[in-house]
């Protein structure tokens, strides 16, 4: 069962090279997250890279640096325990099973790609508070449609090894509605900002 959070104890802040260093933090403690993928996979990346952990660090740093990654970091005092990963379309271009997605719908404004809590943070309520931040940094930036895939678990208790964008569960608590099914175990949904 998942606890609801007192909201007073955690704080939202915007990835920006203010907070890259406790982000920073936070990916190095869990080992560049998902094989040292460092919340890259959805962004377009150059196809001369090569991928390594210092080569993710160093692209991640500079797409933050250009304001090309945008994310909402939960703080626990000064530590950053999670984040929501968010962005336009052209900015996190890489998702899984993209033709069927695009065929279903029309692009959003915004995609949720990605949402990543500390494992000692876990089954607390943090990713709800990622995505709450999430859409309010997005309001902030002007809003619009904001779509995202999370996985359709159907009630089914799923490790969260797998679970690199939350529940569908977690969406609908926030008001996002169901579009779609995306590929065998996820879905397609939005909501307007």
Known sequence: MIKTIDSNQYTIKPLNIDTWDAYEKL?????????GCWC???HDK??????SFENNRLLKKYFVETNRAHAALVFHNNMCIGWCQYGSPNELTNIYHKKEVES???LPDYRITCIFVDRDYRKKGISEFALKGALKLIKEAGGGIVESYPQDTKGISVTSSFLYNSTRQIFENT???YIDTKGKNHCIMRIKI
Request: proline content about 4%; hydrophobic content about 35%; cysteine-free.
């Open 27 to 35: 990916i190095v403690k869990h080992h560049g997250v998902w094989g």
């Open 46 to 51: 150059p196809k001369d890279r090569i991928r």
């Open 40 to 42: 890259l996979n959805f």
């Open 104 to 106: 279903k719908t029309e």
């Open 175 to 177: 008001g996002f509605k």
